[in-house]
């Protein structure tokens, strides 16, 4: 790749184009009223601009707001001049009702800035959960040179000597409350541990799963998941970033060349070994439909199931941001997954360098955080895929599908890996949250709880609730998990072996809007399959009866967001949007 080229920028259409001297003028003379000079604005030096996440109700991202500062810095050191704008804010912790019925508006509002503004690349600051795929949706739809800088997590947390993690001490701390073990003060204690600095997460929840999958698609320079946010490093790779940035735009070198179907496959086999939030694959698949590359749940099946857990970072394993990182991070991983032959070693990366060349030089695997291939935590943890008689598509983390699980519900005598409940059914989390404790329901360890009314459409955006908790009854005899099932996700921080983002929904007719409490659900994870045993007639007839009622749109976006999502299974895309591909090269600047 030549490191010069004296093709015209993209932004010297607005800065500088005698033939439309009017024109030029208007665009020149208003930027430079904060004191840039005609001189920058019109010397066909590279606009690059930082998508800012970080804002004061983002507090995962907020540390942007300074490292923008060394990715401007970077950035007029390579030649280019830095212009920061902000990105709809998303915020996972405090959205309501969902931060993911955001992530495509802010795809959305970046498309229009990267297409209507004098910009030649991009730097996309990313971190909290929906901040990484809604800049890379954008970026591919754009197909403006672009780069990812991660925020990176907070330090680990520690409460009474212990490693807490963020969110996974969430589901901890309610059990504790549930069972009486600790009153709400200990409550907020405990969890409040788990955010000792800024960052975002500090678990391989979604979080830090995305920034993982960006770098190992080749998004971000080497090691830039990692980092943690308060670590030195992380004023250091933004400095970098922001030089490269500039040299990407002089090579001409689009998201299109790193975003092939082959970085795709090894995003899939990369999470599978991080044992990586069960959001990546809507999330992964949609920004590969952006580009153009139909990525599906077959392919996660194909490519991830057999693939072993490398990490050993919460919720699966028993570390945090900062041991992940010291332990070489992603490039580490990459290592053992490249020797082992799978991952395609020839997939070109942001830094100019392959995947084959980042893995050969990474730091070998401390057998302890990152385990060697041969040696793993988990054989076969990756995802697997699972259909039935009431729907065509589910999810399931197996990674964490761990020793009580199996012993307590996969030992039926002669069926391995299969069990049979009682269906509990709630519609929507509030119902949930109504009734879990309503002894009428008799819920015992045979039971599997069911949520639906939860999906893109039901709930806008799909909320993260499949992973319930046993009634307090249940909790207090020690049973603090029961099989959970439900057309919404979990949240990327839980170890809950739940069966997620069952596809179509039932607010879109899917079948799970059939269910009932009391019908008896077969789960067989061999045949991956979840069969409701309950025959065609009946069946037939409850769907003759009133479908589940969703609740009203509370606002235009959500009634919009209804109108054009599709299912979790396809990415929950805008669905118009995905006919935009390369925007810039096909449908021409504004
Ligand atoms: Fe923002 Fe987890 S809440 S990263
Ligand atoms: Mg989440």
Redesign the pocket.
């Known amino acids: 790749m030549s490191s010069t080229t004296t093709r015209r920028l993209r932004s010297q259409k607005w800065f500088d184009d005698p033939a439309h001297a009017d024109m030029t003028a208007l665009y020149v003379e208003r930027f430079m009223n904060y004191g840039l000079t005609r001189e920058e604005l019109q010397s066909g030096r590279p606009i690059i601009g930082i998508a800012q996440t970080g804002n004061d109700l983002t507090p995962?991202n907020r540390h942007h707001i300074e490292l923008a500062q060394r990715t401007k810095a970077g950035i007029r050191d390579a030649g280019g001049i830095p212009m920061e704008f902000p990105v709809h804010p998303l915020?996972?912790?405090s959205r309501r009702p969902t931060a993911a019925l955001d992530r495509n508006l802010a795809y959305l509002g970046l498309v229009e800035v990267l297409h209507g503004y004098p910009l030649d690349g991009v730097v996309l600051t990313t971190?909290?959960?929906k901040t990484t795929p809604a800049c890379l949706m954008a970026a591919a739809t754009v197909d403006l040179p672009a780069i990812v800088l991660s925020g990176g997590p907070m330090l680990d947390g520690w409460y009474q000597g212990k490693r807490v993690g963020?969110?996974t001490v969430i589901w901890h701390a309610r059990n504790l409350l549930a069972a009486g073990e600790i009153d709400y003060e200990g409550f907020m204690e405990l969890t409040v541990a788990a955010s000792p600095s800024i960052g975002?997460?500090n678990t391989m929840?979604t979080?830090l799963s995305m920034n993982s999958l960006a770098e190992a698609l080749g998004m971000s320079l080497p090691g830039c998941a990692s980092i943690p946010a308060a670590y030195r490093e992380r004023g250091q790779m933004a400095y970098a970033t922001g030089k490269r940035i500039v040299e990407l735009v002089r090579e001409d070198v689009r998201p299109s060349k790193i975003l092939t179907r082959e970085a795709f496959e090894n995003a899939i086999v990369v999470a599978s070994a991080l044992g990586a939030s069960t959001n990546c694959p809507p999330h992964l698949i949609a920004i590969a439909r952006h580009m153009g590359i139909e990525l599906s749940l077959d392919d996660w099946q194909r490519l991830g199931e057999d693939v072993p857990l490398l990490a050993n970072c919460m919720p699966a394993g028993e570390y945090l941001g900062e041991g992940f990182h010291r332990a070489g991070g992603v490039p580490a991983v990459l290592r053992q997954l490249h020797a082992a032959g799978s991952v395609h070693g020839e997939c070109v990366t942001v830094s100019g360098r392959t995947i084959a060349q980042i893995a050969s030089a990474a730091p070998d695997a401390d057998g302890d955080v990152i385990r060697r291939f041969d040696e793993p935590l988990k054989q076969r943890a990756g995802f697997i895929v699972l259909t039935g008689n009431f729907f065509d598509s589910a999810i399931m983390k197996m990674s964490v599908v761990g020793d009580a699980f199996r012993k307590t519900y996969l030992s039926e005598p002669g069926a391995e890996n299969a069990f049979e409940a009682r269906a509990i059914v709630f519609d929507g989390p509030e119902d949930y949250h109504a009734r879990i404790n309503d002894p009428s329901l008799a819920i015992d360890e045979h039971c599997i709880l069911v949520i639906r009314g939860c999906g893109t459409v039901g709930y806008p955006g799909s909320a993260e609730v499949v992973n319930m908790a046993p009634p307090a009854a249940l909790v207090k005899r020690g049973i603090d998990s029961l099989p959970c099932m439900g057309d919404g996700r979990q949240s990327g921080t839980s170890a809950s072996p739940s069966i997620l983002n069952m596809s179509p929904e039932a607010a879109v007719g899917g079948g799970l809007a059939l269910l009932r409490t009391g019908d008896r659900v077969r789960v067989d994870l061999n045949a991956r399959r979840v069969d409701v045993l309950v025959d065609e007639a009946e069946l037939a007839r409850r769907r003759g009866e009133a479908t589940l009622q969703v609740p009203p749109s509370q606002t235009p976006w959500q009634e919009i967001y209804r109108q054009f999502v599709g299912q979790l299974s396809t990415g929950g895309c805008l669905e118009p949007a995905t006919l935009y591909l390369k925007v810039v090269e096909t449908h021409g600047d504004p």
């Open positions: 995962c915020a996972e912790q971190g909290c959960d963020s969110g975002h997460c929840g979080a």
